[in-house]
């Protein structure tokens, strides 16, 4: 399969949208609205933009970015206040949009990941030496190591080959679309069909066993194990032991940071660099951005999408509007329920939205030093991924708690501390730390609000981190703490969900948002998906609003919205 078989004529969309480039005449206030300022409504709107399209976006915050922003969080110390860390967005659409040029420069993490345990022993995962220490802790998962990570490279190279392209779009029906689209589902079946034996069957269990049956048939050690299944539980408010749960594990891999695959990396600024950036590119191809102005309804005219109506009661008309916010908000909230079919609209209330994701930021006095390997210089443990989950066991409880309780009696935390990579974070000497905080209930099993339980969650998280760096509650000067109410109210996040709807295979690819609209686009004419709510998913990735770009200047050289 070609590695975007989507592309028109076989060139990409970057060689596509200059063609169009002065070609379309605006037919209304503008050609297009998107509602939402995020990475991908940014995307979504540069490639337009490029394409000579006349683009407004509507952000309801004030600033730019949806869940990638920097922002100061307490005096002097500024971070990335949700997303905090780089690998999956696509270096295709960073060297399209060119943003580099516009001041986006990415930085490998000294080391991946550093998974501390509580009785002494760590795992440090970093280029060339993983092997080495998976293997320090046991011989046989050494051995077997890299026959691991070749298998997960494998399904990660075929989810690669899918991202920038919309998936097989299964319609019912003869006509020179289901056609097109059975087509691609036989190109899709023949990739897989030279998948050799063992690589398909590598494939089949990312794709439907859980992440703890899949780690447990690899390794014996509880670090190594502990290592990918954090990965099968970001975003992802389940037991690693839940089935469907080691796809999310594949989708944390298909990523890269400048050329090395399966890297993480730190954008310099924070993840706020990124989207200014893209923000830069799509005003200088005349994208119009207006920021505090929330969308409060769609307009549906005969079946199809003709503008928004903002909160002020602004109405701002346009041939076409992509929504960069999840569906469920979107066909639950801001477009009529009369102009949508039943079974449809059902499906969108019933959407699982709830990563169970509590978000601190802390500013700190010193770096923290870890009982398992103790120091304060700036070593190579303290600039990665630090996973405070030391065990698949661990993380289950976790889950089990919070399923009863709330949120768990111990937390599973990703620290990063990015002031060790980035001295335009923390003032000089001090530093910021990311905790990104798993396994608490969207919604309180007792009924009470977050708001109530907002400081006593944050003081349990920072006790956990204290439990494996002793002196680090001490030098926290300032918080942050964001919980899945705070993630809805301040980045429109329904149920604080980081993905826009749960990544399980009933809500992914030629289901995502839902069968028949994989294509970005909508059951209304001239109503688009640029958002993670569309494949391949949440993450900043870029590739829904490419995508969806991609599907609207298709319409519109089709002339199928226009007036
Ligand atoms: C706490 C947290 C940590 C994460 N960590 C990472 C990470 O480290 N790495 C990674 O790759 N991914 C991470 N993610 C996931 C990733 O950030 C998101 O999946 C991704 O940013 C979603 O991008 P988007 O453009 O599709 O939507 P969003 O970023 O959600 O943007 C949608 C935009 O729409 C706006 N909006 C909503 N309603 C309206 C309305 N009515 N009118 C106008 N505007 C509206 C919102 O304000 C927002 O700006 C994290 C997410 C969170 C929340």
Same mark, same amino acid.
């Given at each position: ?237 389940? %037991? ?87 569906? #469920? ?118 009924? %009470? ?108 050289? #089709? ?5």
């Amino acid at each position: 399969m070609r590695a975007c078989s989507e592309d028109v004529g076989g060139v990409s969309l970057g060689l596509m949208v200059r063609w169009f480039c002065g070609s379309l005449t605006p037919m209304q206030d503008y050609d297009v609205i998107i509602i939402g300022a995020g990475h991908n409504g940014l995307t979504c709107a540069a490639y337009l933009g490029m394409a000579g399209i006349k683009v407004k976006v509507v952000e309801r915050r004030a600033i730019v970015g949806g869940a990638a922003v920097t922002e100061e969080f307490f005096p002097g110390f500024r971070n990335s206040i949700a997303a905090y860390t780089v690998s999956l967005l696509h270096p295709r659409i960073i060297a399209e949009l060119r943003l580099a040029e516009h001041g986006l420069k990415i930085v490998e993490r000294r080391a991946q990941n550093f998974v501390p345990a509580l009785d002494g022993r760590y795992l440090l995962a970093a280029e060339g030496a993983t092997a080495g220490n998976v293997a320090a802790l046991s011989r046989a998962d050494g051995e077997r190591y890299d026959a691991f990570n070749r298998g997960l490279d494998a399904s990660a190279d075929l989810l690669r080959e899918l991202i920038l392209q919309a998936p097989p779009n299964l319609r019912r029906g003869v006509s020179r679309e289901s056609l097109r689209e059975l087509i691609k589902l036989a190109r899709f079946s023949n990739r897989i069909r030279r998948l050799s034996t063992q690589s398909l069957s590598t494939m089949l269990d990312l794709f439907f066993k859980s992440a703890g049956d899949y780690l447990d048939g690899w390794f014996e050690g509880d670090l190594v194990k502990a290592l990918f299944g954090f990965d099968a539980i970001v975003g992802n408010y389940v %037991s690693p032991y839940a089935p469907g749960s080691a796809y999310v594990l594949l989708h944390h891999a298909f990523g890269e940071v400048n050329g090395k695959k399966r890297t993480w990396g730190h954008a310099i600024g924070g993840m706020g660099a990124i989207t200014q950036a893209m923000a830069r590119v799509a005003t200088s191809c005349g994208v119009e951005i207006e920021t505090e102005a929330p969308v409060r309804e769609v307009l549906v005219e005969k079946g199809r999408a003709t503008g928004v109506v903002l909160g002020s009661g602004r109405v701002i008309r346009a041939a076409a509007v992509a929504a960069n916010v999840d569906p #469920k908000r979107l066909y639950t909230a801001l477009v009529p329920a009369g102009a949508l079919d039943a079974a449809f609209l059902r499906r969108m209330r019933a959407w699982r939205c709830g990563s169970g994701t509590f978000r601190m930021n802390v500013a700190l006095s010193e770096l923290p030093s870890f009982a398992a390997r103790p120091g304060r210089a700036p070593q190579d443990h303290r600039s990665p991924g630090i996973i405070l989950a030391p065990s698949l066991a661990y993380m289950e409880r976790a889950f089990w708690d919070a399923r009863v309780l709330g949120w768990s009696r111990a937390p599973i935390i990703e620290m990063v501390i990015p002031s060790t990579l980035d001295d335009t974070l923390a003032p000089r000497g001090a530093h910021v730390a990311s905790l990104f905080c798993q396994h608490v209930a969207p919604e309180l099993p007792d009924g %009470s609000s977050w708001d109530e339980r907002r400081e006593q969650v944050a003081d349990l998280m920072v006790e956990t981190v204290e439990r494996f760096a002793p002196g680090f509650a001490g030098s926290v000067v300032g918080r942050q703490a964001l919980t899945p109410l705070d993630l809805e109210r301040v980045f429109g996040l329904t149920g604080g969900d980081i993905f826009h709807g749960a990544l399980s295979l009933d809500q992914l690819f030629w289901a995502r948002p839902a069968l028949g609209y994989a294509d970005y686009r909508s059951p209304l004419r001239g109503l688009y998906h640029c958002g993670s709510g569309a494949h391949p998913g949440g993450g900043v990735t870029g590739a829904p609003g490419h995508n969806a770009a991609r599907a609207i200047i298709v319409d519109w050289r #089709k002339g199928r919205w226009s007036r």
